[in-house]
């Protein structure tokens, strides 16, 4: 049986107001950031919700098993701590994944546009080669 939950977070950041969705389905969360305009008032947050939480681009899962830790000494906890700061970075889980998704969706891009550049290229030299074969012609 599948165990799902579901959170948002609303904020200002900068000059806006940001929602963030999360989702947690059996131990996996998922995240999702949207820009609301001005602050939204709780009905218009419930009535995005009923309109467009289907459609929310949601990021890839990740993992949110916590570990049971055991007691330790603090100067030890101090440095795994900075340990797994420097390797992971700062930041909540909803923010890793955001981030995960925002990296996905570079990587299509440069696909893409990678594709459309070599696609251009072979444009390029048919018309190259139609031109030559005319000329050959003597047209």
């Known amino acids: ?25 059996d131990g ?15 009905h218009e947050i419930q009535e995005f919700i009923l309109k467009n939480y289907e459609k929310l ?5 990740v993992d ?13 906890l101090q440095r795994e701590v900075k340990k797994q700061m420097t390797k992971v970075g700062i930041g909540t889980k909803s923010q890793q994944a955001l981030k995960l998704q925002h990296e996905l969706g570079k990587m299509e891009k440069k696909t893409r546009s990678r594709e459309q550049k070599e696609a251009e290229k072979l ?5 190259k080669q139609q031109k030559r074969k005319e000329k050959h012609k003597g047209r």
């Open 57 to 61: 681009p949601f990021s890839p899962f």
């Open 1 to 25: 049986m599948n165990k799902v939950s579901g959170r948002l977070q609303v904020f200002f950041e900068g000059a806006f107001w940001i929602g963030v969705f999360e989702q947690v389905v």
């Open 64 to 76: 949110t098993v916590k570990e049971a830790k055991e007691r330790m000494n603090p100067k030890r």
């Open 28 to 42: 996996k969360l998922s995240a999702c950031k949207v820009t609301f305009g001005e602050e939204p008032k709780d």
């Open 123 to 127: 444009v390029q030299f048919e018309r």
